[in-house]
């Protein structure tokens, strides 16, 4: 019987995502067995090891309580960013409607960027390109997630600077 801390089917040494023994490829991240390593992976990566890394064991989508931060993150951007058009729309003399589109899908793009990081995900790093969830690519993830933090940031703060009135008329109300 195998020890209850180890699971009888072998893991992947791209995602760490549990396979069947014989089987060609890697069923979550599509990785082929037998394919060189990239610069940086390890063959045989410990699942325990990696947990003492922190940034890396979120960036691959392995911590419980990241994955439930980056719902609740991107869950709050994109009901901040509902309200903000809803606040806009019932404004007395609403403006620039190109920038809010703008402000917002931006801001929407990043808390998806933020969701994806933190389950796993392909994300987007700005003129860097797209980086698959691997160890070796944790760090431009982790430069990618410090982005759209910042540009989460950035939109709320133009939002509230550009509808700041607008809500303050409508708490008042």
């Known amino acids: 019987m195998p020890s209850?801390?180890?699971h009888p089917f072998p893991r992947c040494p791209n995602c760490l995502a549990q396979v069947v023994t014989g089987s060609k490829g890697c069923p979550s991240c599509g990785r082929e067995f037998g394919a060189p390593l990239e610069a940086?992976?390890?063959a045989y990566p410990d699942p325990d090891l990696l947990r003492q890394h922190r940034w890396t064991w979120v960036s691959l989508g392995r911590d419980p309580l990241?994955?439930?931060m980056g719902k609740v993150i991107a869950a709050g951007i994109v009901i901040?960013?509902?309200y903000a058009w809803l606040v806009?729309?019932?404004s007395t003399q609403p403006n620039d409607g190109f920038m809010v589109l703008v402000v917002s899908g931006w801001g929407l793009f990043s808390a998806h960027e933020i969701w994806a990081f933190t389950h796993g995900r392909p994300t987007y790093v700005l003129r860097e390109g797209s980086y698959?969830?691997?160890q070796a690519n944790t760090g431009q993830r982790l430069f990618g997630l410090l982005l759209d933090m910042a540009v989460m940031a950035l939109c709320a703060w133009m939002f509230l600077r550009g509808i700041g009135p607008e809500?303050?008329?409508a708490a008042s109300l």
């Open 132 to 134: 698959e969830a691997t």
């Open 88 to 90: 806009y729309a019932m």
């Open 40 to 42: 940086g992976e390890n």
């Open 80 to 82: 901040f960013v509902l």
């Open 167 to 169: 809500l303050a008329q």
């Open 4 to 6: 209850p801390h180890k």
């Open 66 to 68: 990241g994955r439930k």
